[in-house]
């Protein structure tokens, strides 16, 4: 078996006419899924603690007590869900030389001049930074939400402490849900990309435009 | 009814035993946690205070037995840890708590019994109440109490990290935030404070503020006429003032006093975290938002063409083929 580069084990070329291309399994995408409406929940719950006029949104669990009840414990679920994801897509996002091209042609890449970019493996930099990024936010955000939360843990840190956790918590929550607003819009913006995460599989012709070594390296496959 | 209960004006008096109105209520709130746009009520109150004069306390802690018995709260028995505070902390059954320092003087040589009765400040700038993200779970009125509302609660635990005075605790029962009302129920038929009523050595009375700041400074004048110099009323202004306010024999070192804080405001991290943070962040998490979609409604898909389709398939077929 040669060694992969660009590729997960689980990825495979499903039909050859037209090109179907496996990219998720099935266990990736439910958790994938699990991870996605836990951020909404959060956001949600989260958004009506930030911001007075907000403060509604509490009703869609509810009520206030209720929200602040199923907030950490929604949290525990995102980072249990994101650390499953992480061992398993951790390989394929160390950024590569590729990447620092591809992002010195950020204008050839919202212009579309495909030609102009280098071909890359199963992601390219944007998608590496949204996984770099979540990665970060959650755990900076588990942090400092096990500090503040008063119902587990009342006495874990000091009242100082709890006032940096909870201005970091803030900061970092509004971070996350910029990078997940990218994460979605990339993902609609780029056509073809969300049968990935639904039905597991993309187009050839998908896999051939923005990962060409992936769909190369997985082709070539004998494994 | 024959009448509206009057504004209390002191702890001493007995109260009016005719039916009376309530005299404090939902119309007299002047600030409410996360209702910024409050309308001023159409009434104002006389600011009220408590003055805790701790050259005249004797550690009985009645005050104490009477706030428990009025608020109805049952703090657990406790175990003798060789301390006089009992129960060992605030807490949720206990909204004021005698805190006793021992004192070597180090200018007289002589040892000192400080004692402070420890509990809700009523700041005019409430940290608490800033912090809450529940709408009229924390209430400022007029005549200067900052007052729980309790339904309204959630229990959060932010009002522990916005005041500066560590003094709201959360019932493990309820999980609803709990401190001293400076009985604004009391106050509402026109009495004073339990605290202040059992007090036996006046050493904590009650009135307007402006009587008793100038209560403050009779006592003060005494203190002072008898060797303490630096004897002083503490009514902090960097929460812009207090409605529990002491009299201190050291007014220049509070931090004497079980920890009193010496220049206690609310914490820059919440300031930030309340001020700046809030706009900036809501104002960048609504422009990633507005931006995604009016790129998604101008902007020009990224889609797949039929010749990536092609291209796809030859090279599948290449490579399947090389290795056959």
Redesign the interface.
């Known amino acids: 078996m040669r060694r992969r580069h660009f590729s997960d084990r689980g990825d495979r070329i499903l039909d050859r006419n037209p090109v179907r291309v496996g990219r998720y399994r099935l266990f990736t995408r439910i958790n994938h899924w699990i991870i996605a409406a836990s951020t909404i929940l959060l956001l949600l719950s989260g958004l009506a603690f930030y911001w007075p006029s907000l403060f509604w949104l509490t009703a869609l669990f509810g009520g206030g007590q209720a929200a602040r009840w199923l907030h950490p414990i929604l949290g525990l679920v995102l980072a249990v869900g994101y650390l499953l994801m992480f061992v398993q897509l951790v390989a394929r996002n160390i950024p590569r030389h590729d990447d620092v091209v591809w992002v010195r042609h950020i204008r050839d890449i919202v212009d579309q001049n495909e030609d102009k970019l280098p071909t890359l493996g199963k992601y390219n930099a944007g998608q590496k930074f949204v996984f770099w990024a979540m990665a970060g936010l959650i755990l900076l955000l588990l942090g400092t939400g096990v500090m503040i939360w008063h119902q587990a843990f009342p006495d874990l840190v000091p009242v100082p402490a709890r006032r940096w956790a909870v201005l970091g918590h803030s900061v970092a929550a509004a971070l996350m849900a910029m990078t997940f607003v990218l994460h979605v819009y990339a993902g609609i913006w780029t056509r073809g990309t969300l049968s990935a995460m639904t039905r597991g599989w993309v187009t050839g012709g998908w896999a051939w435009r923005h990962h060409r070594k992936w769909l190369k390296e997985v082709a070539g496959r004998r494994d | 009814m024959t009448g509206r209960a009057p504004e209390p004006v002191t702890a001493a008096a007995n109260p009016p035993v005719e039916p009376l109105e309530a005299n404090l209520g939902a119309r007299d709130v002047v600030r409410a946690s996360?209702?910024?746009n409050l309308p001023a009520p159409d009434r104002s109150l006389t600011e009220v205070a408590k003055l805790i004069d701790v050259s005249k306390c004797i550690g009985c802690k009645a005050c104490q037995s009477a706030c428990a018995e009025w608020n109805e709260t049952h703090p657990e028995i406790g175990v003798n840890t060789g301390v006089y505070e009992n129960p060992p902390d605030l807490s949720a059954e206990m909204f004021t708590l005698m805190r006793f320092t021992e004192y070597d003087n180090p200018d007289t040589g002589n040892f000192e019994w400080l004692i402070r009765k420890d509990g809700c400040m009523h700041c005019a700038e409430p940290g608490c109440l800033a912090a809450c993200?529940?709408?009229g779970a924390i209430v400022k009125y007029s005549n200067g109490i900052v007052d729980f509302i309790h339904e309204?609660?959630?229990?959060?635990?932010?009002c522990?990290?916005g005041?500066p005075f560590?003094v709201p605790r959360?019932s493990?029962r309820d999980?609803r935030s709990y401190k001293c009302t400076l009985c604004s129920d009391r106050v509402a038929m026109g009495q004073g404070p339990a605290c202040a009523k059992s007090c036996p050595t006046q050493a904590i009375v009650f009135g307007t503020k402006a009587a008793m700041i100038e209560h403050a400074n009779d006592r003060i004048a005494d203190l002072k006429s008898r060797g303490y110099a630096n004897a002083g009323v503490y009514d902090p202004p960097g929460v812009g003032g207090t409605h529990v306010i002491y009299v201190l024999h050291h007014a220049d070192q509070p931090s004497l006093y079980a920890g009193l804080p010496d220049d206690p405001q609310v914490?820059a991290?919440?300031s930030?975290?309340k001020g700046a943070?809030?706009t900036?962040?809501?104002a960048?998490?609504g422009l990633?938002?507005a931006g995604?979609v009016l790129?998604?409604l101008f902007?020009?898909?990224?889609?797949?063409?039929?010749?990536?389709?092609?291209?796809?398939?030859a090279?599948?077929?290449r490579?399947?083929e090389?290795?056959a």
């Open positions: 996360a209702m910024p993200p529940a709408p309204n609660c959630i229990g959060c635990g932010y522990i990290i005041c560590d959360i493990p999980n914490a991290t919440v930030a975290w943070n809030k900036i962040g809501l960048a998490m990633a938002a995604a790129h998604g902007g020009r898909a990224n889609r797949v063409s039929a010749e990536d389709e092609v291209e796809a398939q090279l599948v077929d490579e399947r090389g290795d």
